[in-house]
């Protein structure tokens, strides 16, 4: 199986178990080696007491676009440290996009960079997340 197969093999099984995900309305557009891109809709329960989306709702998407890249070799792959910039408000009512894309990948560790944008392409958020990479490969039938 090559590479692209084998990564969308995975991100579909994880997806599959994935509820969190799943309950959030997440979509997956592409799953690539090391890459993932992903898309949900935000709705009104999702806003805060300033009106405006909660930023765990944009943090919860560019975590689940780092987790879906992060696995696509077909390693499991768990993160061990992230942090997320909010650039723009974001608003009931929109569509994100998140598009996670790796920049170093080494036997145990790797890191992501995942850019968030809404439905006009403006960037939203900017997401980096690192992971520790088990040696554990994904079981896949």
């Known amino acids: 199986m090559d590479g692209g197969e084998l990564a969308r093999r995975v991100v579909a099984r994880m997806m599959q178990e994935d509820a969190f995900s799943q309950w959030l309305g997440i979509e997956v557009l592409d799953a690539s080696p090391g890459a993932s891109q992903l898309r949900m809709a935000v709705r009104p329960e999702m806003d805060n007491?300033?009106?405006?989306t909660h930023g765990g709702i944009s943090y919860c998407l560019a975590d689940s676009a780092?987790?879906?890249?992060?696995?696509?070799?077909?390693?499991?792959?768990?993160s061990i440290e992230t942090s997320i910039s909010h650039v723009k408000p974001v608003r009931s009512g929109d569509v994100l996009t998140?598009?996670?894309e790796e920049v170093s990948l080494s036997t145990r560790i790797a890191v992501y960079h995942v850019a968030i944008t809404n439905q006009e392409?403006?960037?939203?958020a900017l997401f980096k997340g690192m992971v520790f990479r088990t040696g554990k490969p994904w079981e896949l039938e």
Do not use: E
């Open 49 to 52: 007491g300033f009106r405006v």
């Open 66 to 78: 780092l987790a879906f890249a992060s696995n696509s070799h077909g390693i499991h792959a768990v």
């Open 98 to 100: 998140a598009k996670a």
């Open 121 to 124: 392409g403006t960037v939203v």
